[in-house]
């Protein structure tokens, strides 16, 4: 090898090397614990950005669980699982996987609830270009993609915040594509879910759920963020799910604490303590 080739060779492993790629291209430089605090960063930014562009004023959040089928899906898997539990009554398992179906057929309607609130406060509050309580979800199925649904379906936006999960949770359709966000960081998009949020609506859920609710509930409490609607839809699972009376009996809340939120059974009564409490205009 001549000293043309060799010199050559040597500008080629340079160029090609890892410490030569420029920052912004190196992914495994950007994957580094080193750079965990500009990751962060990077996830507040992108998300903000895109909202400020898209003149997203107020959101109203909605929670609930990801395991809540449509009333139309959790019908099929009972209609199923009963013919084959008539074929074959022996079949181990198969009346749990019933009883289990006629449960969820029974939390369905929190589905279509999900949906109306959310179809009534879009086209409620964005009309004319505003874009005031645009209905946020945390980007995947049951509750979430319920609502994302009743905004699509009253031609409205609406804002997804899905998370890289060890099983991966897809995005659901009904949200609108430019406002289809992916996290890492929990902490990044609980901040996104408040940022803009003028209210919050918790359906029945799970752990994901309840995690947020009381999140939000302390941040008011604590007087970290200000007070805003908290409206909790279906009396009978939250008041067995959050039993505040025997934390007032155990003096582990005060009063007020309770009062902190409402309890509704409805789209429209949800819809309703909203409107109450901004008498009728969504605050700017």
């Not at 996830?43 to 449509?70: D, F, M, N, Q, Y």
């Not at 505040?244 to 309890?263: C, K, P, W, Y």
Request: net charge negative.
């Amino acid at each position: 090898m001549n000293g043309t080739d060799e010199s050559k060779r040597r500008e080629e492993a340079i160029v090609h090397g890892e410490a030569y790629r420029l920052a912004q291209e190196d992914i495994e430089f950007l994957a580094s614990d080193e750079l965990r605090g500009v990751r962060l960063q990077l996830e507040l930014l992108k998300p903000e950005i895109a909202l400020h562009e898209h003149a997203i004023r107020s959101t109203v959040v909605v929670l609930g669980s990801a395991r809540t089928c449509s009333p139309e899906q959790a019908q099929a898997d009972v209609v199923r699982l009963a013919a084959r539990a008539q074929a074959h009554p022996d079949e181990p398992g198969l009346a749990r996987e019933l009883a289990a179906a006629r449960r969820r057929l029974a939390s369905a309607r929190y589905y279509e609830e999900a949906r109306r609130f959310a179809e009534i406060v879009s086209s409620r509050f964005q009309r004319e270009g505003r874009r005031d309580f645009v209905v946020v979800t945390g980007g995947g199925p049951g509750i979430m993609e319920a609502a994302n649904r009743g905004a699509h379906e009253a031609g409205a936006r609406s804002i997804g915040l899905n998370i890289t999960l060890p099983r991966e949770q897809l995005p659901n359709s009904w949200i609108t594509p430019e406002l289809a966000f992916r996290f890492h960081y929990f902490a990044v998009r609980k901040m996104h879910f408040m940022m803009r949020a003028k209210a919050l609506v918790a359906f029945p859920g799970g752990f994901g759920t309840l995690d947020e609710l009381f999140e939000v509930l302390t941040l008011v409490q604590t007087g970290k963020m200000p007070r805003l609607p908290i409206v909790l839809v279906g009396n009978a699972f939250w008041r067995r799910a959050c039993d505040l009376e025997f934390l007032l009996e155990q003096g582990m809340i005060n009063a007020g604490d309770a009062e902190l939120f409402s309890v509704v059974e409805n789209a429209e009564q949800a819809v309703a303590t909203m409107h109450a409490f901004y008498g009728g205009e969504p605050p700017a």
